[in-house]
């Protein structure tokens, strides 16, 4: 891998880390100020919204992957951290990944914000560049 492949890498991965940070903090926020419930509920829906924005910018000014392939790095990003840092480090335990709230279905949305907001700038890049 060179060093341009390198860089590409680090930014796409950058920005799932930011993005899986930012649900972090709604997670962190949330369980000091509201029930657990609530603060899934809230991350559930926070999660796409958070994802979605940092996809804009990224493919906005870079733009080195396929909406397809974003999704899934974004998604990947998320799933390792949560998996090695949040299950093994801070709870030491895997319970959460039996929440459907808790991660499942903020990862599927995560994915799909992902995807079709990929979907949503690449077009619209196109139409704009043709027109």
């Keep these: 891998m060179n060093n341009i492949q390198v860089k590409k890498l680090m930014i796409i991965l950058a ?3 930011v993005g899986w940070a930012l649900c972090g903090a709604i997670i962190w926020i949330g369980v000091a100020v509201t029930s ?19 996809a804009s ?18 998604v990947s990003v998320v799933v390792f951290m949560d998996f090695f840092v949040v ?5 030491k ?3 959460m ?7 499942w279905i903020p990862w599927a ?13 690449t077009k619209r890049a196109e139409t704009t560049t043709v027109a």
């Design 15 to 17: 920005h799932g880390l």
């Design 97 to 103: 990944f039996a929440s459907l709230l808790g991660t």
């Design 109 to 121: 949305l995560i994915f799909a914000s992902t995807y079709l907001t990929g979907l949503f700038v």
């Design 57 to 74: 910018i990224y493919f906005r000014a870079f733009n080195y992957t396929t909406p397809l392939q974003t999704a899934i790095a974004f």
């Design 36 to 54: 657990m419930q609530n603060t899934l509920i809230l991350h559930a829906i926070g999660a796409p919204i958070i994802f979605g924005a940092i």
């Design 93 to 95: 335990s895997f319970e």
């Design 87 to 91: 299950a093994l480090l801070i709870e």
